[in-house]
């Protein structure tokens, strides 16, 4: 299956100030909260666990390699209430997903935490999002 | 009496299952210390929950809530010292995988105050004699006795030694007896084992908590302070929420140390 990397980004006033609204366990200094990139690829697994769910997404770059990332969520019970469950996504599904790219530079990004759930589309369907 | 023991003991366990249908507004004082602190008040407020925590405001400085300013709160010598060697993961001074926050880094308990920040549920459950309170994050509890006065010499514990009473529609919960190990909020700021802690829970509609809390730590803070917080009644049953020291391992080898290296605050 094809897959690419698209990179997109938000640039807003609006997103300096939601930056600090979002929050992960650990706080998110470690994201890029101002940009907004696109990753599209294969699932190879769906961690539904503590403290974070974790997605890893098989996403060929634009040199043609394969590159794993890892987009971090919120746990469990958060994403169930925001309407996910542990079978939201299994591997080999088709994802195209939002996310919050790591800011040095390396293939990790968060795309949910305790008050946001960036874009997930599971082959084809989006799957429930919020945004602050 | 063993029957009325048994039968809460089953009603504590239930609540957090089906807190969410529990709608009334308020309850029968069922137990003599309970009528006897309610004298004034025929009925004591429902306050069930559970209570979802907003996002959004890590800190407990009241001119301060997104913790753009951490050192601006009015603190002694002592409370800046402590402050120096925090490396939190909110705030201005937020920090990733250099993060020394003893709950994240170790899953320790995070103090009464920190559980208000989390955004997991609670719910209270109002006994005969005691009223517990019950939090989803890492499924912490602590119980407030009615009826009776602090230990003269309390044991220094996480979570401290609470006592309890209804003013009217509010619950007032008097804490002492804290140690000093937890952060009295996401960015850091400590507290001392001085630490007097007022919390009062009042229903200001039929699905939102006030939570004011009052800090009185003079070892830390000149003056006391006092923050409110309102959260919302959540529709979803209170569920697992752990911190598992595999777990946060497992995390922290595959995505904070691969996410980023930030400098330390110095």
């Keep these: 299956m094809k897959s690419s990397l698209f990179v997109a980004f938000c640039l807003a006033a609006g997103f300096l100030q939601f930056v600090g609204t979002v929050s992960a366990h650990h706080g998110v200094s470690g994201y890029d909260m101002d940009k907004v990139i696109t990753v599209s690829g294969t699932v190879t697994s769906f961690d539904w666990s503590n403290p974070h769910c974790l997605v890893h997404i098989d996403v060929k770059d634009s040199k043609g390699e394969n590159k794993d990332w890892i987009i971090e969520l919120a746990a469990p019970t958060i994403m169930k209430r ?4 542990k079978d939201s996504m299994k591997p080999g599904d088709a994802v195209v997903a939002e996310t919050h790219p790591a800011r040095n530079g390396a293939t990790t990004g968060l795309s949910g935490a305790a008050t946001t759930l960036l874009k997930f589309v599971v082959n084809g369907h989006a799957l429930p999002s919020q945004s602050q | 009496m063993p029957n009325r023991e048994a039968k809460f003991k089953i009603v504590l366990l239930a609540i957090p299952f089906f807190a969410p249908v529990l709608n009334a507004q308020s309850v029968t004082p069922s137990s003599p210390a309970m009528k006897q ?10 306050l069930t929950g559970p209570w979802a925590v907003p996002g959004g405001s890590p800190s407990l400085d009241p001119d301060d809530p997104r913790g753009a300013r951490p050192e601006q ?42 559980l208000y920040l989390y955004p997991w549920n609670f719910s209270l459950v109002q006994g005969p004699g005691v009223v517990y309170i ?4 890492m499924g912490f509890w602590r119980p407030v006795a009615l009826g009776r006065e602090h230990p003269k010499d309390p044991d220094l514990t996480w979570m401290g030694d609470s006592i309890g009473k209804y003013e009217g529609d509010t619950f007032v919960v008097d804490t002492i007896g804290f140690n000093d190990k937890t952060w009295i909020d996401q960015v850091g700021h400590p507290h001392s084992d001085q630490l007097h802690l007022i919390e009062r829970f009042r229903r200001v509609n039929p699905d939102s908590l006030e939570v004011s809390l009052t800090f009185d730590d003079p070892k830390a803070y000149p003056k006391p302070f006092t923050v409110k917080r309102t959260f919302k009644r959540s529709m ?16 922290d080898d595959e995505v904070m140390k691969t996410t980023t290296t930030q400098t330390p605050r110095k």
């Design chain 2, 73 to 114: 709160l009015p603190m002694t010598p002592w409370a800046i010292e402590r402050m120096k060697g925090v490396r939190p993961p909110f705030g201005a001074h937020a920090t990733f995988e250099a993060v020394n926050d003893p709950v994240q880094k170790y899953c320790d308990p995070p103090g009464v105050t920190r």
């Design chain 1, 82 to 85: 925001n309407g996910w469950s």
């Design chain 2, 236 to 251: 979803a049953p209170m569920e697992e929420t752990v911190c598992s020291l595999t777990e946060m391992q497992s995390f």
């Design chain 2, 37 to 46: 602190q309610s004298s004034n008040v025929s009925r004591v407020p429902d």
């Design chain 2, 134 to 137: 019950l939090y989803e994050f």
